[in-house]
């Protein structure tokens, strides 16, 4: 309602501004000048806006026109019938423009997603091509009776399916979380639940995929909350591995404070441009710091959804040589 109002009132500012222009120059001015003048805001208005602003501006700009300046001025009366259809012009003209400026939004909208599509199906296509490729070629080989493989081999191969499978596993589960959110249908299972338990399962399967350790602070009161624990741990792993996968030395910090979990979590190394931050977390975004690294550009996406749905907040930025991301439950 306020960003209906908003967009009223510039329309109607460009109405005023006209008349004052038009009242300023009328001696110089003829109908046909000050009608064209009026086309001004409503040509505006139509483009930037919808049918409904553009139909209230054009009659507000008939009205206005009407009664400064067709005979007799200062009433609505029309004593000229031709006027009456210069009236009934301006708004079909309103609203011929609204309409053509919805459907050339429309095609831009549609060539753009038409874009992205093509996009995220050639990434998706090589982010699942490229682990089948590495568990087709393990399994193989495993089986293979002409290859004599030692117990060591056969364990590094089966290591790389188990890792090719997982990685597979969890791009599946956010494409599917993220259509459970466009459905507009989801519901969170909301519990009692252990903050710290979550984000060490979370950094347990970050720490085990990467081979690496986190810093992870948590001050000795650790109370529970009300959350959704499945739907945190997911968006706490996509964070943690984004800190794994893009940086160096990551690390975790749980605080609390007037009953809300304050989570940091940052990380060191490869950073992206301090510009990049205000695109962080649309979907299939990804940042400068992601080239030649696997990714769809979903985690940061799905973790905001997640936690404005469970009514906590996301804060995300880069100071003394870190990319810090801050979560308030």
């Known amino acids: 309602m306020k960003i209906q109002y908003i967009q ?9 501004v006209v008349t004052f222009f038009c009242m300023l120059y009328k001696g110089d001015l003829e109908v046909l000048n ?8 409503i040509l505006y208005v139509a483009i930037n806006y919808g049918q409904i602003q553009t139909f209230f501006i054009s009659l507000i700009v008939v009205l206005v026109f009407d009664f ?18 210069s009236f009934i012009i301006i708004i079909i003209v309103g609203q ?12 831009k909208e549609f060539e753009t997603s038409e874009r992205l599509y093509e996009a995220v199906l050639n990434s998706l296509s090589h982010e699942l091509r490229t682990p089948l490729a590495v568990i087709i070629g393990a399994t ?63 950094l347990l399967r970050a ?11 948590v001050n000795e009161y650790s109370p529970s909350i009300i959350s959704d624990a499945t739907l945190l741990e997911q968006a706490f792993y996509n964070l943690l591995d984004n800190a794994f996968k893009y940086g ?34 649309e979907k299939f975004t990804r940042l400068s710091n992601s080239t030649n690294i696997s990714g769809l550009g979903l985690g940061v996406f799905l973790t905001k959804r997640i936690i404005e749905t469970l009514k906590g907040s996301i804060d995300i930025k880069i100071s003394d040589d870190r990319f810090c991301i801050y979560i308030r439950l």
């Open 34 to 41: 000050i009608v064209m003048l009026y086309l001004l805001p």
């Open 248 to 281: 160096e030395e990551v690390t975790v910090a749980i605080s609390y404070h007037q009953n809300n979990a304050l989570i940091n979590i940052c990380n060191t190394g490869a950073l992206p441009d301090q510009n990049e931050l205000r695109t962080i977390g």
């Open 96 to 107: 011929l423009i609204s309409i053509l400026a919805t459907k050339a939004a429309k095609t």
């Open 140 to 202: 193989s080989s495993v089986i293979s009776n002409e290859l004599k493989l030692t117990d060591e081999e056969k364990n590094e191969l089966s290591q790389e399916v188990y890792n090719s499978a997982f990685g597979m596993k969890e791009l599946i589960e956010n494409l599917l979380t993220s259509a459970r959110f466009e459905s507009g249908h989801f519901k969170p299972i909301m519990r009692d639940c252990s903050i710290e338990e979550i984000i060490s399962n979370a």
């Open 207 to 217: 720490e085990n995929k990467y081979l690496k350790e986190a810093i992870f602070l």
């Open 8 to 16: 009223f009132s510039k329309g109607l500012f460009l109405v005023l």
């Open 68 to 85: 400064l300046f067709i005979p007799p001025v200062f009433t609505f009366a029309v004593h000229d019938a031709r006027h009456l259809l």
